[in-house]
């Protein structure tokens, strides 16, 4: 049964409401577009009663706007009323496409300024939605969760933050470190991994791959990846290898020790398809490196899986690696901006997952359990079954 049929079991937690921020715009309407949809289209014999007003409407999408001043500073504005709504607010901290004016000078705005306006429009519903979720697919500050040395614990006091103005429910995909939840133990914390995702668009992509432990492994990068890689590889029935970096602890360079190589740890990739799984690409530069000792290995294709592409180097790096046949595909998802670039490349290909935040809202509105979304296991199989029996459109 698809899930857009599935059978309404608990009245909502209260009328749906949804706020993409102006960082999250193109996909809050993506979102907003899956919901109108299957609610439209949904039967119960409930759905008249008053529990259920609202439940069916041409929009849940409550405009909300972050105005500032000719000093930078700003306000969050709502422009109708959330009394009693349950509210579902979506941010894109990466997106430093936006821009505002700050004496006359153009600024990008920052994680820090897009983590200020998810306060500011907090702020404005406070104290008169029935329940304030969150949903950050990129974990402000997720970078920045463990303490080292004398250093600020930057995540862990934003998530405490958001639960002190109210919010309920974080969601988060595939958070450096899950354990910084700990922060927050008594409010409702959430770290979802788009596997079936990579494994659905790969396969719409790619059709001879045999996927088995004779022809294909997943590799981390890095030992911190580690619990990533070996979920994707247990799920797929395929071997895993891994990759350590070899720094230098003598030098500091960019805040960081330098790499001086990688070492691997596995068995043979020759001959081998390998998908390279990791949280995200920043400058990618441990990536490429990680591919092209793959291919020195003489590994016969390289895929590259990573939740966020923030390519914060550009992306000449990349076209170089792809003309060089070094890398084959780069698969993220549109859950942080994309650059018109970027969409452009013949070896990019774009995981959507507007349709998966859709089901995690629909089934939090209802209170209903989110352990089928999150285990995708049977999901995979299926896709894997239809896959090799030759159904692969």
């Given amino acids: 049964m698809l899930y857009e049929e599935k059978i309404i079991e608990t009245i909502p937690a209260g009328p749906l409401g949804l706020i993409p921020l102006k960082s999250c715009k193109q996909l809050g309407e993506k979102v907003n577009n899956y919901l109108v949809d299957w609610r439209r289209e949904r039967e119960s014999e409930h759905k008249s009663t008053i529990a259920f007003a609202g439940y069916q409407r041409d929009s849940y999408i409550i405009g909300a706007s972050t105005p500032r001043f000719g000093s930078g500073e700003a306000k969050g504005t709502l422009e109708e009323s959330v009394r009693g709504a349950d509210l579902y607010l979506m941010v894109d901290v990466c997106n430093y496409s936006l821009t505002y004016s700050l004496c006359g000078m153009t600024n990008h705005m920052s994680p820090d300024d897009h983590f200020q306006d998810l306060k500011r429009v907090i702020a404005a519903a406070a ?29 862990a006091l934003a998530l405490r933050e958001l639960v002190n103005m109210g919010v309920e429910n974080i969601i988060t995909f595939d958070a450096h470190d899950p354990r910084v939840q700990n922060a927050i133990p008594l409010r409702g914390f959430e770290t979802v ?12 992509e790619e059709k001879e791959l045999d996927i088995d432990s004779d022809h294909m492994m997943v590799i981390s990068p890095d030992e911190g990846g580690m619990n990533r890689a070996v979920f994707f590889a ?4 395929l071997d895993m290898g891994m990759f350590y970096k070899r720094r230098d602890y003598t030098r500091i360079v960019n805040g960081r020790n330098p790499i001086v190589a990688h070492e691997f740890l596995g068995s043979s990739v020759e001959g081998k398809d390998v998908i390279i799984v990791d949280d995200m690409i920043s400058s990618g530069e441990s990536m490429l490196d990680v591919a092209k000792e793959l291919k020195r290995r003489k590994a016969r294709k390289v895929f590259v899986c990573a939740t966020f592409g923030l390519f914060t180097n550009g992306l000449a790096k990349f076209d170089e690696y792809y003309d060089k046949g070094i890398i084959d595909r780069i698969l993220t998802t549109n859950l942080v901006y994309q650059t018109p670039d970027l969409l452009s490349k013949p070896y990019y290909i774009d995981v959507d997952m507007s349709k998966y935040i859709a089901l995690i809202i629909d089934n939090l509105n209802h209170d209903a359990s989110l352990s089928d979304l999150l285990n995708p296991t049977r999901r995979i199989n299926r896709l894997l079954d239809k896959y090799r029996a030759g159904d692969r459109d």
Avoid at 234 to 237: A, F, Q, R
Wanted: charged residues 25%.
């Fill in 234 to 237: 247990n799920v797929l029935g």
């Fill in 127 to 155: 104290g008169k939605a029935h329940r304030i979720n969150v949903i950050m697919p990129f974990l402000y500050e997720s970078r920045q969760h463990k303490r080292t040395s004398r250093e600020s614990l930057d995540c």
């Fill in 193 to 204: 991994q788009p596997i079936y995702q990579f494994i659905k668009y790969l396969l719409k």
